[in-house]
């Protein structure tokens, strides 16, 4: 079975400071992973997807996420954090062994103050 | 584009009353779904569909029926609501199964009383 952990409920930064909201993933197969943003009332948009090729993804409003196969992790990652970056952003995985289903973690609340 | 769009917004159903939350996209996708978002949850796949007269269940689908006479729409119907289905309902649609990334709708927040 697939599953997806966000070891972080909240995670704080300042603005300019780097951030990392961490995911780490289990498949049977080759993971499918994505990371997706939810803002309030609103639904989840997508941000990067890692399928295949170089473990560093490069994703919407600079974001970017590196795959780590030997520790299976996906942590998303920016360089210098804004407020309008304050969102809650869940991982997902797909293991191409396990048919239609995308496994969403838990989702981490990123809190970005000026 | 429009993108995803869900009908009601919000609503207030009673224990035992039923309803349908509407879900129509106009991308074209032949893949659809319809998740629930508890407090402090991720999301859960209630049903999906891999086109037009394809439905399949997903991980929480009791409680719930669904139905793609056409591409566009994928309504999902709940026949007798529980306190327990008191959550938010999100539909989605991709373009590919496995490798595509999902769009979603707004929402429709649910209240079982």
């Known amino acids: 079975a697939q599953s997806v952990a966000q070891p972080e409920d909240q995670v704080n930064v300042a603005e300019g400071n780097p951030l990392t909201v961490k995911c780490t993933y289990s498949?049977?197969?080759?993971?499918?992973l994505f990371w997706y943003v939810q803002y309030p009332n609103r639904g989840l948009q997508f941000l990067l997807k890692y399928i295949t090729g170089d473990n560093l993804v490069k994703g919407s409003y600079g974001f970017e996420a590196e795959f780590n196969k030997s520790q299976t992790s996906f942590h998303l990652k920016k360089p210098s954090a804004l407020v309008s970056d304050s969102a809650l952003y869940f991982c997902?995985?797909?293991?191409?062994?396990?048919?239609?289903?995308?496994?969403f973690g838990g989702g981490t609340r990123l809190m970005v103050k000026p | 584009n429009a993108g995803v769009t869900q009908t009601p917004k919000f609503r207030i159903l009673k224990i035992g009353q039923s309803m349908t939350l509407q879900c129509t996209q106009d991308?074209?996708?032949?893949?659809m779904y319809w998740y629930r978002q508890d407090p402090g949850m991720g999301l859960k796949l209630i049903y999906y569909s891999v086109g037009a007269g394809i439905t399949d269940k997903g991980e929480v689908p009791n409680g719930y029926n669904v139905s793609r006479s056409t591409t566009e729409d994928f309504p999902l119907r709940l026949e007798l609501a529980a306190p327990s289905q008191t959550s938010v309902y999100f539909c989605?649609?991709?373009?590919?199964?496995?490798?595509?990334?999902?769009?979603f709708g707004p929402g429709t927040r649910l209240t079982v009383l």
């Open positions: 498949v049977s197969g080759n993971p499918y």
């Open positions: 997902a995985v797909r293991d191409d062994n396990a048919g239609n289903m995308l496994t």
């Open positions: 989605a649609s991709s373009a590919g199964r496995m490798t595509h990334e999902q769009f």
């Open positions: 991308m074209n996708h032949n893949y």
